[in-house]
């Protein structure tokens, strides 16, 4: 590891010692981008990930100088990768840069990737607002080059945030945007009743009994093959608990459910919601009585 360190500050030493001189044409530009290049790949090979991240920076800035946009991009998208191991905010950061100059030069996809890995790198540290920002931006720019798969993703992380930071509408209004395109597409059709479902359990949490069981109606219409679904009972068996105040016809609804199709994190958490939303109308009219 010794080794390969000292090889990188030598070559890192020969970069800066090389800019600083005198050069024709750009030639010390190149110069100085080929000896940071091997810098930053003696510094991985040392796993010192944060010295890395500054080298490929430095290359960014040399491709810059020869107008080399797309050379820069890529060398941002390493530093934000060595920088993932040791500094989030640093990688973020470059990740930033990365996506501005492939904006400049029409690489849509390759920005929409990046803007999704941004959003991945705040969902990490648990910053569901920075990560919803960026999933929405990577959204907008994978529907534009009509990569739809991804663009619909990232939608659904949007939706599944949105719905934890109690913007039950905003959920609802993707979840069933996504099970209208799903529908539309023979491979994803099998998805639809799941985008319903989520989209019914946000209607759930908004505790409006009158929209709920309208949304039900609209989504047999939209999906006809829906009211014969484990997932249309539950919502249905769900929607007349709340409509009942009745906790524990809505326990036996969900452990039937549970026992059959295990309920994941994010639909256990919202679901939780509605029954200890249940629970405080139940002790509030125990102390009317």
């Known amino acids: 590891m010794g080794d390969h360190l000292a090889r990188g500050q030598d070559f890192e030493s020969k970069a800066e010692k090389t800019l600083s001189g005198w050069g024709i044409f750009g030639s010390k530009y190149e110069e100085a981008a080929d000896l940071f290049d091997k810098a930053a790949n003696s510094y991985k090979l040392a796993k010192s990930w944060d010295q890395a991240g500054a080298v490929y920076v430095k290359l960014a800035n040399c491709h810059l100088k020869l107008d080399s946009k797309h050379e820069a991009a890529g060398a941002y998208a390493d530093a934000a990768h060595c920088y993932k191991k040791c500094n989030i905010k640093e990688s973020a950061s470059c990740l930033e840069q990365s996506v501005n100059l492939f904006l400049d030069i029409g690489r849509f996809n390759m920005a929409a990737r990046y803007y999704k890995e941004i959003a991945e790198l705040y969902e990490q540290e648990q910053n569901l607002e920075k990560a919803t920002v960026y999933y929405e931006k990577a ?151």
């Open 139 to 289: 959204a907008d720019l994978f529907q534009s080059e009509e990569v739809t798969t991804s663009a619909n993703q990232c939608k659904q992380k949007v939706a599944q945030f949105a719905a934890q930071l109690e913007q039950y509408q905003k959920a609802v209004e993707i979840f069933e945007e996504i099970a209208r395109y799903s529908l539309t597409n023979n491979l994803l059709k099998y998805g639809v009743k799941g985008h319903l479902l989520n989209a019914g359990i946000c209607q759930l949490c908004k505790g409006d009994v009158v929209a709920i069981t309208n949304a039900l109606e609209k989504y047999q219409d939209l999906d006809p093959t829906f009211s014969g679904t484990r997932e249309c009972k539950l919502l249905a068996d769900l929607a007349s608990a709340v409509d009942e105040e009745d906790i524990t016809k809505f326990t036996s609804a969900l452990k039937e459910f549970d026992s059959m199709t295990q309920l994941d994190a994010w639909k256990t958490t919202l679901l939780l919601r509605v029954k200890d939303h249940l629970k405080a109308k139940e002790l509030e009219e125990d102390d009317l009585t």
